[in-house]
T-cell receptor, first 111, second 115 residues
Framework: GDSVTQMEGPVTLSEEAFLTINCTYT??????LFWYVQYPGEGLQLLLK?????DKGSNKGFEATYRKETTSFHLEKGSVQVSDSAVYFC??????????FGSGTRLLVRP | SAVISQKPSRDICQRGTSLTIQCQVD?????MFWYRQQPGQSLTLIAT?????????ESGFVIDKFPISRPNLTFSTLTVSNMSPEDSSIYLC????????????FGAGSRLTVL
């Protein structure tokens, strides 16, 4: 079945460092891909999405490109802030209703 | 996007009891879902709450343990029955607006601790 694999955390960075969180997926069709973020004590929020190959999703300085050839959707940010500390979930949604999540990656940004 | 309110936000429960979680949306939505997030884990879909009919449960989840109601297009409840410590989790309500948006919006979740 469909699945999502994320790099394990926690990822600890200093403020203004470059961030990459790896995400790869397995799917039989052509899924839509998402990154969700969960700040401490809060629910999940959609960060960005891409619906087809080569699409780039972006929001709040974060970017991710849908790479069909490598089945990847890595999350990047050029300069992280302390306020970016959260858990990040990669997810896919195929033609069905179901959203399939990766295991989540905790990011801790130190001042 | 829709605004989702969940109640309670957190609770501490005794083994063997049941608790009902409410999910209220500020607009009519096509699809409503219930997810579980066990401590330190990812999210797992429990069921799809169907308006006017029985919920559709995912593998590993059954109606007797997680009865769900959805009386209209803006409200749903999830009951966690006969709780054990293994049921300690965050339970999240999620909605899809429809119209091809293909995006799920989540409530803040209900954190249950079972002693």
């Amino acid at each position: 079945g469909d699945s999502v694999t994320q790099m394990e955390g926690p990822v600890t960075l200093s403020e203004e460092a470059f961030l990459t969180i790896n995400c790869t997926y397995t799917a039989t069709g052509y899924p839509s891909l998402f990154w969700y973020v969960q700040y401490p004590g809060e629910g999940l929020q959609l960060l960005l999405k891409a619906t087809k190959a080569d699409d780039k999703g972006s929001n709040k300085g974060f970017e991710a490109t849908y790479r069909k050839e490598t089945t990847s959707f890595h999350l990047e940010k050029g300069s992280v802030q302390v306020s970016d500390s959260a858990v990040y979930f990669c997810a896919l949604k195929d033609s069905s209703y179901k959203l399939i999540f990766g295991s989540g990656t905790r990011l801790l940004v130190r001042p | 996007s829709a605004v989702i309110s969940q109640k309670p936000s957190r609770d501490i429960c005794q083994r063997g009891t049941s608790l009902t979680i409410q999910c209220q949306v500020d607009s009519q939505v096509t699809m409503m879902f219930w997810y579980r997030q066990q401590p330190g884990q990812s999210l797992t879909l429990i069921a799809t709450a169907n308006q006017g009919s029985e919920a559709t449960y995912e593998s590993g989840f059954v109606i007797d343990k997680f009865p769900i109601s959805r009386p209209n297009l803006t409200f749903s409840t999830l009951t966690v029955s006969n709780m054990s410590p293994e049921d300690s989790s965050i339970y999240l309500c999620s909605v899809e607006m429809g119209g091809g948006a293909n995006v799920l919006t989540f409530g803040a979740g209900s954190r249950l601790t079972v002693l």
